[in-house]
C-alpha cells in the first residue's frame, strides 16, 4: 500500500480534547485492543488503534451540525497489552481493564477485531449493573457459535458476548446486517433479538431507529458496537471481509443524530482493517462516526 500519510505534526490527537483535571473522571474514555486473531478471512484490524489515534489529529470538536463541543474530556489509555494468541486467552483481562472505567465516563473502545465486542459488552453489563441495551451495526450477526473451527472468530463476537456477559438477547437491536450463516437466523427468531437489516434500514426515514429502540430500551443505557463493515465497501473497503449492499456514511452518522436523547453507554469500533484501507477512507468514516458520537455527551440531550 503506497497510500501518503497525514502530516499531523503539531497537532494533538482526538481533535485537541482534552483530559480532565487532575482526580477528575472524564466524559470518555479511550482504550485500544489491538487484536486481530479472530480475522479469519484477512488481519489487519490490529493496527487499528493506533492509525485512529494518528488521524484523529486532524479532527476539530465541532459536530456536523456546526455545534461546538470542546468542552467534552477526554483521557486516551492507550493500547491494552495482549497475550499472544485469540480473545479467548484475552477476553478476561480485556473485560477488566475496561470494567475500570469511572461511573459516568463513557468507554471508547478501538478494536481491533469484532472479538473486542465479547469483553466490551461483558464489562459494560457489569459496570450498569445489567440495565445494557445494545446496537449492533454490522454487516453480519456475528452469533456463531463457532465459525472457522473456532469460537473466537470474529463471526462468533456477539454470541460470546451475550453469553459470557449473561445479556438478554432481547435487548440486542441488529442493524445493517445482510450476510448470514443459516444457524445465526435461526438464533436471531428464537431467542428474540431485533434485526434491522441493511435493506431495511436503507429505506428508513425520520425516527424510525430511535422509535424502534425507544420502544424498547426503558431505563437502560445504549452501547452501540460498530462493525465498519457495515458501511458499503464502496465507502470503507479498509476492512477484512467487505460486503455488498451496506449503509451509506450518510445513513449512519444519521441513525446517530436519532439517538440523541437516548441515554449513551459506550461505544467499540472494530474491523477497520489499516492495511487493507484506500487513502485512509475507512479510517476516516469511523472517525467520523467517533467524533459524532463524542460530540452527543455534551450535545445528546438537545435534539
Ligand atoms: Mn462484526
Known amino acids: ?9 503539531g497537532l494533538k490527537p482526538w481533535g485537541g480534547l482534552q483530559p480532565p483535571a487532575a482526580g477528575a473522571a472524564p466524559d470518555v474514555r479511550i482504550l485500544g485492543v489491538p487484536m486481530d486473531r479472530g480475522s479469519f478471512y484477512r488481519p489487519g484490524a490490529a493496527k487499528a488503534p ?54 459516568g465516563t463513557l468507554p471508547i473502545v478501538l478494536g481491533g477485531d469484532h472479538t473486542t465486542a465479547s469483553p466490551t459488552l461483558i464489562a459494560q453489563q457489569r459496570r450498569l449493573n445489567g440495565r445494557l441495551s445494545i446496537l449492533y451495526i454490522d454487516a453480519h450477526p456475528d452469533l456463531n457459535d463457532s465459525s472457522r473451527h473456532s469460537r473466537w472468530s470474529n463471526g462468533c463476537a456477539l454470541r460470546r458476548g451475550l453469553e459470557m456477559g449473561q445479556i438478554d ?27 434491522v437489516t441493511a435493506a431495511t434500514a436503507h429505506r428508513w426515514t425520520g425516527s424510525q431507529l430511535a422509535d424502534e429502540i425507544g420502544s424498547r430500551i426503558g431505563g437502560d443505557a445504549l452501547h452501540i458496537s460498530l462493525d465498519i463493515d457495515s458501511l458499503d465497501p464502496s465507502i470503507a473497503p479498509g476492512t477484512g471481509v467487505p ?4 449503509l451509506t456514511s450518510r445513513e449512519l452518522l444519521d441513525f446517530l443524530r436519532q439517538l440523541r436523547g ?23 468514516a469511523a472517525l467520523k462516526f467517533i467524533f459524532e458520537y463524542i460530540g452527543m455527551v455534551k450535545l445528546g440531550t438537545t435534539s
Open 169 to 195: 438477547p432481547r435487548k440486542v437491536t441488529l442493524l445493517g446486517c445482510r450476510d448470514y450463516d443459516w444457524e445465526e437466523v435461526e438464533f436471531i427468531r428464537k431467542m428474540g433479538i431485533t434485526l
Open 262 to 284: 437516548v441515554r449513551l453507554a459506550g461505544l467499540d469500533v472494530d474491523e477497520v482493517a489499516p492495511p487493507l484501507d484506500l487513502g485512509h477512507v475507512t479510517s476516516l
Open 243 to 246: 460486503s455488498a449492499g451496506g
Open 1 to 9: 500500500m503506497s497510500d501518503q500519510e497525514f502530516n499531523t505534526a
Open 50 to 103: 493506533a492509525a485512529l489515534r494518528k488521524l484523529s489529529a486532524i479532527f476539530a470538536p465541532v459536530s456536523e451540525h456546526a455545534e461546538l463541543f470542546d468542552t467534552v474530556t477526554v483521557q486516551d489509555d492507550g493500547d491494552l497489552t495482549l497475550i499472544d494468541g485469540d480473545m479467548g486467552v484475552n477476553v478476561d483481562a480485556v473485560a477488566k481493564a475496561i470494567e475500570k472505567t469511572p461511573a
